[in-house]
């Protein structure tokens, strides 16, 4: 069975840190590029960053430049967000979603393309 599970979220402060964590099960995340993907509420989903199956190119939401990493651990069969100097408009649910595109330097900000979903972590920063 094929599986995302997110983890990292929480409470933090105002200029707080966090890790999210995307593990998949049941496939190898290299053959895959990896969304992190969030909704506020009373808002649509967005896409904040994107990695490639290659890890060689990355993108990110203009909001969070400079801010958050994505990043690959192939041996763990995971991709973290490193989250720095978090605002409160950061405050979402944060999903992690998976894409069928081996050996492909591309990644992608629309959520249509993406076939897997975990289920979302929960990321608060209010002070």
């Known amino acids: 069975q094929l599986q995302l599970v997110e983890s990292g979220g929480g409470l933090v402060q105002p200029g707080g840190s966090l890790r999210l964590s995307c593990a998949a099960s049941g496939f190898t995340l290299e053959n895959y590029a990896i969304g992190w993907f969030r909704r506020a509420p009373g808002k649509e989903r967005e896409g904040v960053s994107c990695i490639s199956s290659s890890g060689g190119n990355t993108h990110y939401k203009d909001s969070v430049k400079g801010r958050f990493i994505i990043s690959g651990d192939t041996a763990k069969n995971t991709v973290y967000l490193q989250m720095d100097n978090l605002e409160p408009d950061d405050t979402a649910v944060y999903f992690c979603?998976?894409?069928?595109?081996?050996?492909?330097?591309?990644?992608?900000?629309?959520?249509?393309?993406?076939?897997?979903w975990g289920q979302g972590t929960q990321v608060t920063v209010s002070s």
């Open positions: 979603a998976a894409l069928r595109a081996r050996y492909s330097d591309n990644c992608y900000f629309s959520a249509a393309r993406y076939e897997y």
